[in-house]
C-alpha cells in the first residue's frame, strides 16, 4: 500500500490554497498527498487511520484519533505550537511530533514591535478622531518618550531574542523572565532578568508575551497578575490567547488598570462577534497574522513537508516535540 500524507486543519488551507508544492514533496517520501477538509470526527479517524503522516494545524489530535493511527510516523505541526497534539500519547504509540520552530521568529517579534509602538502612540485613538472628522491630537495624550519606558518579555526563546534588540534599538529598556534559561543568554542580548515573574510584572510599561501554550502557562496573565502590572501598562500578546484571561484583561481595560493592549491572538479564533475585547477602543487586534510574510508562508512548508520526507525516509528529523522516540526507535533497532 502506498504511503499517506494526511494534511488537516482549516489554517491549513486558508495558508495554502494551491497544494501542489505539497503533493511534490509527497512524491520524495513515495507517498500521496492526502487532504482532509472536512469537520467531521469519524471521516477525519478514517481517513488518518491508514496515514503514514500527518501534517496539521491547529486541529486537535487527542488520544482517541491516535489510539487509530496504527501506521503513523510522524505529526507535523506546520506551525511553531503544538498544544493541540497529545504529545504524551503520541510518543507513548511511538510517533513523533515536530513543529517548525523558527519560520518566522523576525516576523512575530517586527508584529509585537508593531502593536506596541501603536498602542503606544495611540493610533487607534487618533484615526478615531480623524475618521470622525476632527483634527485634535489631544486624544492621545499623555504620550512619554520611549526612552524613559520599560519593555518586559515574558520567553525569551527565538521570538523572545529577535524582539530585545529591535526594541532596545528604539531607546526601550528590556528586561525579561525566563525561568528555563542560563543566565549568559540575557548578558549576551544586555537585557536584564527577573527571576521572580511578580517582579517583572510590577516593573514593566510594555508586557509582551512569547511562550508556549502548557499548563503552565494557560491564564498566566489573569486577575491578580493584570493587578501586579504597572498602572497604565499595555499588554501585547502575540503567541497563544489563551495565555490571558480574557475577561479579566477586558476589566483591566475598562478600569483603567492598562491603558491599552495589543493582541493577534485570542482564546477562540476567530472570535464571536461579542466577545467585548473587539469592542475596545483601546486594544489593537489583528487576526493571528503576525507570522506572515511571503518569504515566511515558503520557509513554513518548506521546512515542514522537509521534516515529513526525511522521517518517512528513513532519516531524523531536524526538531523534535518528544526525542524519546528517537531513543525508543535507537534501542528497538538495537535489539533486532
Known amino acids: 500500500m502506498r504511503r499517506r500524507i494526511v494534511t488537516a486543519g482549516d489554517r491549513v488551507y486558508l495558508k495554502y490554497f494551491d497544494l501542489q508544492f505539497f503533493h511534490d514533496k509527497a512524491k520524495e517520501a513515495d507517498a500521496e498527498l492526502v487532504p482532509f477538509k472536512e469537520m467531521d470526527d469519524r471521516r477525519f479517524k478514517e481517513a488518518i487511520a491508514s496515514a503514514d503522516a500527518l501534517v496539521v494545524i491547529d486541529r486537535p489530535i487527542r488520544k482517541d484519533h491516535l489510539s487509530v493511527m496504527t501506521r503513523c510516523r510522524i505529526i507535523q505541526a506546520l506551525e511553531v505550537g503544538y498544544d493541540f497534539i497529545d504529545v504524551e500519547t503520541a510518543t507513548e504509540r511511538g510517533i513523533i511530533v515536530s513543529n517548525v520552530p523558527a519560520y518566522g521568529k523576525e516576523q512575530v517579534a517586527i508584529h509585537a514591535l508593531t502593536l506596541l509602538l501603536a498602542c503606544h502612540r495611540k493610533i487607534k485613538q487618533l484615526m478615531s478622531e480623524t475618521s470622525s472628522g476632527g483634527w485634535d ?93 504597572k498602572p497604565g501598562a499595555i499588554l501585547i500578546n502575540t503567541c497563544r490567547g489563551k495565555v490571558v484571561e480574557e475577561q479579566a484583561l477586558y476589566r483591566a481595560l475598562q478600569n483603567g488598570r492598562l491603558s491599552g493592549a495589543g493582541l493577534d491572538v485570542l482564546a477562540s479564533e476567530p472570535p464571536e462577534a461579542d466577545n467585548p475585547l473587539l469592542h475596545c477602543g483601546n486594544v489593537i487586534i489583528t487576526p493571528h497574522a503576525a507570522w506572515y510574510s511571503e518569504q515566511s508562508t515558503q520557509r513554513l512548508k518548506e521546512q515542514g513537508m522537509e521534516e515529513v520526507v526525511r522521517v518517512l525516509n528513513g532519516a531524523r528529523p531536524r526538531y523534535v516535540i518528544n526525542p524519546e522516540v528517537l531513543l525508543q526507535q535507537r534501542a528497538e533497532q538495537a535489539r533486532k
Open 137 to 229: 491630537y489631544n486624544v492621545c495624550k499623555p504620550i512619554p518618550d520611549l526612552s524613559t519606558l520599560i519593555l518586559g518579555i515574558v520567553g525569551l526563546g527565538k521570538i523572545g531574542r529577535a524582539l530585545a534588540p529591535r526594541a532596545q534599538a528604539l531607546g526601550l529598556k528590556v528586561l525579561a523572565y525566563d525561568p528555563y534559561l542560563d543566565d549568559d543568554i540575557f548578558e549576551l542580548l544586555d537585557v536584564g532578568r527577573r527571576y521572580d515573574f511578580e517582579e517583572i510584572l510590577s516593573g514593566v510599561d510594555f508586557l509582551s508575551l512569547h511562550v508556549p501554550l502548557t499548563a503552565e502557562t494557560f491564564h498566566m496573565i489573569g486577575e491578580r497578575e493584570l493587578e501586579l502590572l
